[in-house]
């Protein structure tokens, strides 16, 4: 084999990306993981889930301390230093995780290519920058992931309207922050520049935030928002963005009729798009969906035999969980291992306070589609644990089968519902019935208990919540 052929070429270096690379070097295969950025770790390290997370767990410092109150501590007004919030995500967080991959990759002996990658044919990639020549694959993994789509209607020339790559980049805190879309991405955004201290305005085009969620794991999220934005005007339509010098001047046509407001920045957050395109797919067999989604089967192959897909560019839901065991399957099955995408719960979480995570059946799409089930619910007013940190605002439901109170999804509203999940993840993989749960001991005082006294309401009656049987 020549410098240039590899077992496997790997497009795209983030979540789905380098496990997949990771997992077909454990495998023993020679492997090339190639990405246009120099930095490894793909939208999820450097412009995602990581420096939004880390965001959001500055805003929870900034809530936290304002409503320490109730348990008699005072703190001032906090001093925010924008350019030491800047440098501790660009340095001590996704510096260090990027590096962090850059050493695996190494230890394992993948070879890294920066460059961008496009197919020349189902067996030769053409690398161009700062590395130009060819390669050859006996198999290539797509997961070139996907960017923020942004309508034409709301493109115009001026760095104040914001994608959210650059609201991470936190230009200024403005003091009138206008959120144009009620998806995890524009209410996490949201979150963080609120507590920061810009006065925001939430505006979703649907009936409903969170399109998809439970409507009662919505609540509690939405009562809590309404208090800390400006507003949150749903069935509003952005009509157009005008750029003018005291702010972008926008036409919203909502229930209040048409009005124009002005605002300091706009942040455009209404979906992703797959970066499917300009990959040389032409060239292949390859197969797109009308959304532009590569088309795979169960082991995530393409129609072209040597080319695999996963991630982002293979379809919903995009989140990077579900890229990285997409990934893992990809590369066993590369490696000849049985391996296929069969998963009955990927887990979702909304980052927010409360959090909002869920996994499995939701209640709606179970009633849906006519399917017979049981909802077991525990709201988190009778939670001790919940009680102690003042957070009361949650609730914790099952979806089970109305029959065997079989487990088939898990929602949760409240602090820390995305740590909680995981509970649920794996009840639903396991075929848990409510009984499991119930009569699985959970530490007190914990939020996790609340799953297990939503389960124990299956058969009769939380230990802490009594209803009265007529
Ligand atoms: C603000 C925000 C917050 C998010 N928060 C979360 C979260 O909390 N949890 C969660 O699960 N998900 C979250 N996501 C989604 C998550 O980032 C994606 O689902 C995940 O990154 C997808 O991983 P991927 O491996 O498919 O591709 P990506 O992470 O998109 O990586 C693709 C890589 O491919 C490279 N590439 C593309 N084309 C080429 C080419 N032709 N040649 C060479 N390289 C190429 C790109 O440079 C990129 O590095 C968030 C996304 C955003 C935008």
């Not at 930095?39 to 767990?57: D, E, F, M, T, Y």
């Not at 001032?76 to 919030?85: I, N, R, S, T, V």
Request: with cysteine; hydrophobic share 45%.
């Amino acid at each position: 084999m020549t410098d240039t052929q590899y077992d496997v070429a790997v497009i795209g270096a983030g979540p789905g990306g380098y496990a997949a690379a990771f997992q077909a070097a454990d495998l023993g295969l020679r492997t090339a993981l190639i990405d246009q950025d120099p930095q490894l770790g793909g939208v999820c390290l450097l412009r995602g889930c990581i420096p939004s997370k880390a965001l959001l767990h500055a805003a929870r410092l900034i809530t936290d301390a304002e409503e320490a109150q109730v348990f008699g501590i005072q703190f001032g007004k906090p001093q925010l230093d924008l350019a030491a919030l800047r440098q501790r995500i660009k340095t001590a967080i996704i510096g260090k995780l990027t590096k962090g991959v850059q050493t695996l990759a190494s230890s394992r002996k993948v070879d890294v290519i920066h460059a961008r990658a496009t197919l020349k044919n189902a067996t030769t990639l053409t690398l161009s920058g700062s590395e130009s020549r060819e390669l050859s694959f006996a198999h290539a993994i797509l997961a070139t992931g996907s960017r923020p789509s942004i309508p034409a209607s709301l493109k115009i020339d001026d760095p104040r309207v914001m994608d959210s790559t650059s609201a991470l980049e936190l230009p200024d805190i403005p003091t009138r922050l206008l959120v144009i879309g009620g998806g995890y991405i524009g209410l996490e955004l949201g979150t963080v520049y609120q507590a920061l201290g810009s006065e925001v305005t939430l505006v979703e085009a649907l009936p409903r935030l969170l399109t998809g969620v439970d409507s009662d794991l919505v609540r509690p999220l939405q009562q809590r928002m309404q208090r800390r934005f400006k507003a949150i005007r749903l069935d509003t339509k952005v009509e157009k963005l005008e750029a003018r010098k005291d702010g972008i001047a926008v036409s919203l046509t909502g229930q209040a009729g048409n009005t124009t407001e002005v605002f300091d920045r706009v942040l455009v957050a209404v979906g992703r798009r797959p970066n499917s395109e300009q990959l040389g797919l032409e060239q292949t067999k390859v197969a797109i969906s009308p959304q532009g989604f590569v088309q795979v089967d169960h082991q995530r192959r393409t129609a072209e035999p040597t080319i695999f897909a996963i991630g982002d560019v293979a379809g919903e839901p995009m989140l990077a969980h579900k890229a990285t065991h997409e990934g893992l399957i990809a590369a066993r099955v590369i490696a000849g291992r049985q391996a296929a995408f069969d998963v009955a719960a990927i887990p979702a979480v909304v980052f927010t306070d409360p959090e909002i995570a869920w996994c499995g059946l939701t209640e709606e799409a179970a009633k849906a589609s006519g399917q017979a089930v049981t909802v077991a619910r525990f709201p988190w007013a009778a939670s001790g644990r919940a009680t102690t940190l003042g957070r009361n605002d949650g609730v914790t439901k099952l979806v089970l089968d109305a029959e065997y109170g079989r487990i088939l999804g898990v929602g949760i509203c409240g602090v820390g519902a995305g740590e909680l999940i995981s509970e649920g993840v794996l009840a639903v993989e396991m075929g848990a019935v409510a009984e499991d749960m119930a009569g699985s001991i959970h530490p007190h005082p914990t939020l996790s208990e609340t799953l297990m006294e939503a389960a124990e309401s299956f058969h009769g009656q939380p230990t802490h919540i009594y209803t009265s049987k007529r």
